[in-house]
């Protein structure tokens, strides 16, 4: 059983920049991938960005288009997505979760643990 624990998020305007990070307290991670998703009002969820623990490659949604940046810090067992350039699409909660691999298809039935997620709001 893993907890996540994701902290960041808030509101910004269209063009700036968000950091949102996901934490997994006292749990080896090696045969993990964290994956982000995100849901806006009345839309379905969608992959936002995967990393795979132990190699440290990771995917992107096609939206993405080289905005956000997915990372890990071992140390701390801590994934995180810097977020630049963003849009109000970009608006949702966003969630991350563990799955023993990364989807390509970014299927969250795949995802066994999830956090609670953060808002993300990007408005003028």
């Known amino acids: 059983q893993l907890k996540l624990v994701e902290s960041g998020g808030g509101s910004v305007q269209p063009g700036g920049s968000l950091k949102i990070s996901c934490e997994v307290p006292?749990?080896?991670?090696?045969?993990?991938?964290i994956g982000w998703f995100r849901q806006a009002p009345g839309k379905e969820r969608e992959g936002v960005s995967c990393?795979?623990?132990?190699?440290?490659?990771?995917q992107y949604g096609d939206f993405v288009k080289g905005r956000f940046t997915i990372s890990k810090d071992n140390a701390k067992n801590r994934v995180d997505l810097q977020m630049d350039k963003l849009e109000p699409e970009d608006t949702g909660v966003y969630s991350c979760?563990?799955?023993?691999?990364?989807?390509?298809?970014?299927?969250?039935?795949?995802?066994?643990?999830w956090g609670q997620g953060t808002q993300i709001t990007v408005s003028s």
């Open positions: 979760a563990a799955a023993y691999y990364c989807p390509s298809s970014f299927d969250w039935h795949e995802f066994l643990y």
């Open positions: 006292g749990s080896p991670l090696d045969y993990y991938a």
């Open positions: 990393i795979r623990w132990k190699t440290g490659g990771a």
